[in-house]
């Protein structure tokens, strides 16, 4: 199998029938036609959008080429999961954590970090390119592809 863009889901809470939350249009990563709009936003064709029933501890793979997102939470208890999205190194995908052009985060959100937590909070981008590295001891120091070369021999 190769997929480039494949998204993890790890559930930490149940997710019943009826609770909402993670949801998708089967088959729908072999489609060739834009999810309707009206369908993006839950305002029709509902009958082609399955929410799954999961446990917590269930794993959800998808590819980001599946239509997918999140129904209204519903549950009696607070929705919880951990996201991990995988891509190849030379491409980056999703929304950056850290101040952008477009103000999608206040960058007074990074006035209080750490060097560490600001390390953490990086893009993925190829590692050809300089990246911060964070030791054992919390510290953060900056290396190469070139610098690991080199010391290689």
Known sequence: MQCSLVGCSLLLTDHNPGDGGFC???GS???NYKAPIDMV???AHTEYVEQLNTKAGDV?????GTVHGALPWMGEKQRRLALFRFAP??????????????????????????DAQSAILEPPYANRL??????????????????KKERMG
Do not use: C
Request: hydrophobic share 35%; proline share 3%; glycine share 6%.
């Open 24 to 26: 998708v249009v089967k």
């Open 29 to 31: 990563h072999k489609s």
């Open 41 to 43: 936003h839950g305002k």
């Open 60 to 64: 959800i793979l998808f590819s980001e």
């Open 89 to 114: 190194a030379f491409m980056a995908y999703g929304r950056s954590y850290m101040a952008s052009e477009d103000k999608t985060w206040p960058t007074a959100m990074y006035d209080d970090l750490t």
């Open 130 to 147: 300089d990246r911060p590295n964070i030791e054992e001891d919390g510290s953060v120091i900056i290396t190469s592809r070139n610098q």
